[in-house]
């Protein structure tokens, strides 16, 4: 990280128990190398083991990452760093819209056969990964399945997480042609969501940008910008959405630091 991403980075951190008094020992090692690993690791793909030598050893850098992903630190970071881009945009923090779409990725061998699964329309044995991004692409709740869950089944949990969080205001979701059925009526009478399903015309050929489902589209792109998502590595589904959490919270985070560094003249004129 630069100083200007450490800067936000450092503000949007989860406090450690330790320091206020709740138990628990200082960190071995500074939490900005510890950050740096993590995210060497998401951008890269490398191994855990591959660690390079100037980083913290790789068994602390997967404690770290691992009491982050137990605990809920990795998402608390993740939706601090999201209040803080929604705000600099001229957004609300929190949203009340959003789009829903899912995306099959190939499994590696670590992948265990009873959270994998093989997805016929896409043609992929692996896991698939289901999230809900704002009007902006900010990532709001992610989910990981087998690849033969399918996008109905995945979007009942997934919405159900939405209304009974954080996020509370979110009233319209924008979805593909996959979410029509009960989905609807259900999320209208269970979560009092409008679930609004954009599709297709016949008139339609090739590759299309579609209103409003393009946004999901673009931060599927900007994820897949992390070799670590190439395909799905993670022993458990739970590791690979920590994984997807960390990949946004690096594009947020060189997001906030061009924005404070652009602001920076205008306040001092």
Same mark, same amino acid.
């Given at each position: 990280m630069t100083d200007a991403e450490w800067a936000v980075v450092r503000g949007a951190f989860p406090v450690p128990r330790w320091l206020e008094g709740r138990g628990g020992q200082p960190e071995a090692y500074c939490h900005r190398e510890m950050v740096d690993a993590v995210r060497y690791l998401v951008d890269n793909g490398i191994k855990w083991r591959a660690m390079p030598a100037d980083l913290p050893p790789w068994d602390r850098v997967y404690a770290f990452f691992r009491r982050w992903r137990d605990q809920g630190l990795a998402g608390e970071f993740h939706d601090r760093l999201r209040a803080r881009c929604r705000v600099a945009g001229g957004r609300a923090v929190e949203p009340t819209a959003g789009s829903i779409d899912a995306q099959s990725v190939k499994a590696a061998a670590s992948v265990p056969s009873a959270s994998r699964g093989y997805d016929g329309g896409k043609k992929v044995n692996g896991r698939k990964r289901h999230i809900v991004v704002d009007t902006l692409g900010l990532l709001l709740s992610v989910l990981v399945t087998a690849a033969d869950v399918t996008d109905r089944c995945a979007a009942r949990t997934l919405l159900a997480r939405l209304a009974g969080g954080l996020l509370r205001k979110i009233r319209r979701v924008w979805a593909d042609g996959s979410y029509t059925g009960d989905l609807v009526d259900w999320a209208d009478e269970h979560l009092d969501i409008a679930l609004t399903v954009v599709k297709r015309t016949d008139d339609m050929h090739g590759f299309v940008v579609l209103p409003r489902r393009w946004v999901v589209e673009r931060t599927f792109g900007w994820l897949m910008r992390s070799r670590r998502l190439a395909r799905d590595y993670e022993t458990l589904p739970t590791s690979s959405e920590?994984?997807? =959490?960390? %990949?946004?919270?690096?594009?947020?985070?060189?997001?906030?630091? =061009?924005? %404070?560094?652009?602001?920076?003249?205008?306040?001092?004129?």
């Open positions: 920590a994984v997807i =959490r960390w %990949s946004m919270s690096m594009l947020m985070t060189r997001r906030l630091a =061009r924005h %404070s560094a652009a602001a920076r003249p205008r306040a001092a004129a």
